[in-house]
């Protein structure tokens, strides 16, 4: 269990084009894809330690009013006390100020804590035909579960 005290020094900042090749290399260590991330990097948010540890990160790939959240990973230091509900919702957030009304997300084995964050899951062929033409929607995620939040 991390010490709540780090916790508390926890910031959140945008990517920068500069980050591409840490965050490809955080997803890799944390058992996520990396395709794709390059056509999205200053979508993404980094969650920092006050040394300047990356503790999680999350990023969005914007289709107009719809929307794909993409790779939210937390490092294991920091599992289980509250940083990936964190980034969610600042990226619900940055979602909301781009204009998109809709976020769609795919998992493979996060069903239950994105439902937590009220995320219902759909159909895929109910997913905006944008969102559908990500590279995310390709072979390697053809098995994941498509979920679905309309943002108010």
């Given at each position: 269990?991390?010490?709540?005290?780090?916790?508390a020094d926890v910031?959140?900042?945008?990517?920068?084009?500069?980050?591409?090749?840490?965050?490809?290399?955080?997803?890799?260590?944390?058992?996520?894809?990396?395709?794709g991330v390059e056509?999205?990097?200053?979508?993404?948010?980094?969650?920092?330690?006050?040394?300047?540890?990356?503790?999680?990160?999350?990023?969005?790939?914007?289709?107009?009013?719809?929307?794909?959240?993409?790779?939210?990973?937390?490092?294991?230091?920091?599992?289980?006390?509250?940083?990936?509900?964190?980034?969610?919702?600042?990226?619900?957030?940055?979602?909301?100020?781009?204009?998109?009304?809709?976020?769609?997300?795919?998992?493979?084995?996060?069903?239950?804590?994105?439902?937590?964050?009220?995320?219902?899951?759909?159909?895929?062929?109910?997913?905006?035909?944008?969102?559908?033409?990500?590279?995310?929607?390709?072979?390697?995620?053809?098995?994941?579960?498509?979920?679905?939040?309309?943002?108010?």
């Open positions: 269990m991390p010490d709540l005290a780090m916790l910031h959140i900042r945008h990517a920068m084009k500069g980050d591409l090749a840490k965050i490809s290399r955080f997803l890799e260590d944390n058992g996520l894809p990396a395709f056509g999205c990097v200053e979508d993404f948010v980094v969650a920092q330690d006050r040394d300047g540890s990356w503790v999680g990160i999350a990023g969005l790939e914007v289709y107009g009013e719809s929307g794909l959240l993409r790779s939210v990973a937390v490092d294991g230091r920091f599992r289980g006390v509250g940083q990936g509900r964190v980034l969610v919702n600042e990226m619900l957030k940055n979602a909301k100020s781009k204009g998109v009304r809709t976020v769609y997300l795919l998992t493979d084995n996060a069903e239950h804590y994105f439902s937590g964050l009220g995320f219902e899951a759909v159909d895929r062929k109910d997913v905006d035909e944008a969102v559908k033409a990500s590279v995310e929607f390709g072979e390697m995620c053809a098995s994941a579960v498509a979920m679905r939040k309309t943002l108010k």
